[in-house]
């Protein structure tokens, strides 16, 4: 089955960022993309893609003393 095609503002929108963000992206090739015709498309599993590779897992925070032994 195929993807679904996002249009840059789709992309934008789901990012929560401006149309800027997700055309820097296709330009600097950091995201796959897709062209048709002259139109920019971004598939939603490279969309999802993009987002996993750069998720940053939560850590338990340590205390430390001021000489940076955890207590």
Do not use: Q
Not at 38 to 57: D, F, G, H, N, Y
Request: glycine share 6%; proline share 6%; charged share 35%.
């Amino acid at each position: 089955m195929m993807d679904r095609l996002l249009t840059v503002e789709e992309a934008a929108e789901l990012l929560g960022t401006g149309p800027r963000f997700p055309r820097r992206l296709i330009a600097e090739r950091r995201i796959d993309f897709v062209k048709v015709g002259r139109l920019v498309r971004i598939p939603s599993s490279a969309l999802a893609a993009w987002v996993e590779e750069r998720t940053v897992e939560a850590t338990r925070r340590t205390r430390k003393d001021p000489y940076g032994r955890v207590l």
